[in-house]
């Protein structure tokens, strides 16, 4: 069975009482995902920008990626 792959996606919103906030930060399996996510957090909100933050991603790592991760940052 494989992982589900998440991306990361970058939302700036304004709250039902005008408040904009900006650089909400959520992983979804695609934007439809993230956004359902982002409504149950901030509900009547407006969405006025969203963008891609990394790219896509396993959800579930290994213990190789993790290491691998480590060799490469040094």
Not at 7 to 21: A, W
Not at 33 to 50: F, I, N
Not at 53 to 62: D, H, I, L, Q, Y
Request: aromatic share 6%; proline share 4%; charged share 25%.
């Amino acid at each position: 069975m494989n992982a589900p792959v998440m991306t990361k996606y970058v939302f700036q919103v304004r709250s039902r009482n005008g408040v904009v906030v900006d650089n909400l930060q959520i992983y979804g399996r695609d934007e439809t995902d993230a956004l359902r996510k982002l409504h149950q957090m901030y509900p009547h909100c407006e969405t006025l920008e969203s963008r891609i933050a990394s790219p896509e991603r396993v959800a579930n790592s290994s213990y190789e990626d993790i290491l691998s991760l480590i060799a490469n940052s040094h």
